[in-house]
């Protein structure tokens, strides 16, 4: 088919955040008419960071529920876990030979992750933007949806596919970044200078997309905000900012008329209307993960297809790979 294809994952290492959800997961199910997609759960990525077992397992079996929960069709998409297809690590393996030690180590995220698991610095933190690269490159990817913070891994698997490409002869497809409508950066609810994130200790900072109503108006109502009890935006602001760039994705308001409709509310009524607009976003998504949730059947064989329709695409590339390095 004439489709492009579009590959792109996330680590089951934690509860799925509305960030995740505004910035990523919400902006794939817009994508998955008009596109070739495969929506990849990275497991093998997440262990460069330890990770407890059973608990592994429950997340990354809670991200596939969350994806089918927020819109995506495993009819539509190849939905499935990068540790079921084995062409991710034999590929990461082959393409670790054509990447050089001081490209990986001018990586900035390897720099932040090293710098925040002292204790394990492994060397799959180190070859990490590889296997991303043979995720990409297995698929003969045309785009790939990337944030600021992944742009770096864009570049670097760019670059492997055409060494690899100038060495033995077109094999890869050379993937460019998906300029899309881009979804919003959330930040942490009480630390507003810095990402919302999954990974994050402070539960306070984060909206789970499966946390409870009671727990959501919660956390709203402990976000940081400032002392000047105005609702704009302002670079000076970035509490306020936040929680104005929440209501705005949530609700599909204008920042415009947000500011206008709360120009004479305070922050504690501003934070309610947050906090119940997020609730009522998130209440659908919830119960229909309850619902796939009592079917283990079907999310078994969402998984079990998912990764036969990858694996053989997957090894339409990894063949020719092994071919042309002399296997
Ligand atoms: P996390 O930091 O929550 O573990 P990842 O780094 O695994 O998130 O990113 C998964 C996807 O979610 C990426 O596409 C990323 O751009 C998006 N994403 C993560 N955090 C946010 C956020 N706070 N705001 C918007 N998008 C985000
Ligand atoms: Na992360």
């Known amino acids: 088919d004439e489709k492009k294809r579009i590959f792109s994952g996330m680590q089951p290492s934690g509860l799925i955040t509305l960030g995740n959800y505004l910035g990523a997961l919400n902006n794939w199910t817009k994508l998955q008419d008009d596109y070739d997609c495969l929506y990849c759960i990275v497991d093998m990525h997440a262990i460069t960071v330890r990770?407890?077992?059973q608990k592994l397992r429950k997340q990354a079996r809670d991200?596939?529920?969350?994806?089918?929960?927020?819109?995506?069709d495993p009819e539509k998409n190849i939905i499935?876990?990068?540790s079921h297809v084995s062409q991710h690590a034999e590929l990461s393996w082959i393409l670790n030979c054509y990447t050089y030690m001081g490209?990986?180590?001018?990586?900035?995220?390897?720099?932040?992750?090293?710098?925040?698991?002292?204790?394990?610095?492994?060397a799959g933190l180190f070859t990490y933007p590889?296997?991303?690269?043979?995720d990409i490159l297995l698929y003969q990817t045309d785009l790939v949806p990337v944030g600021e913070d992944q742009r770096q891994h864009l570049e670097i698997t760019r670059d492997i596919a055409m060494r690899f490409n100038g060495i033995y002869s077109d094999t890869f497809k050379i993937p460019e970044a998906y300029i899309g409508k881009v979804g919003a950066k959330i930040m942490a609810l009480q630390e507003p200078t810095k990402k919302m994130s999954k990974s994050d200790e402070n539960q306070n900072n984060t909206i789970a997309l499966l946390d409870e109503p009671s727990v959501i108006m919660n956390k709203f109502k402990r976000a940081m905000t400032d002392s000047d009890n105005q609702v704009r935006f302002g670079e000076d602001k970035p509490g306020i900012s936040n929680l104005l760039g929440i209501y705005c994705a949530v609700t599909g308001v204008s920042p415009e008329a947000a500011e206008r409709e709360f120009a004479n509310a305070g922050y504690g009524t501003f934070k309610t209307s947050v906090g119940e607009a997020v609730v009522a976003?998130?209440?659908?998504?919830?119960?229909?993960v309850k619902e796939l949730e009592?079917?283990?059947d079907y999310l078994d064989s969402v998984i079990k297809s998912g990764g036969e329709k990858a694996g053989r695409i997957a090894e339409r590339t990894l063949s020719k790979v092994q071919k042309k390095v002399g296997f």
Do not use: C
């Open 51 to 53: 990770q407890d077992p």
């Open 63 to 72: 991200l596939l529920t969350q994806y089918l929960a927020v819109g995506l």
């Open 80 to 82: 499935y876990y990068q």
């Open 103 to 122: 490209e990986l180590s001018r990586m900035t995220q390897f720099k932040d992750k090293s710098a925040k698991h002292a204790d394990n610095i492994n």
């Open 130 to 134: 590889v296997l991303m690269a043979a």
């Open 281 to 288: 976003k998130l209440e659908p998504i919830q119960k229909r």
């Open 294 to 296: 009592a079917n283990k």
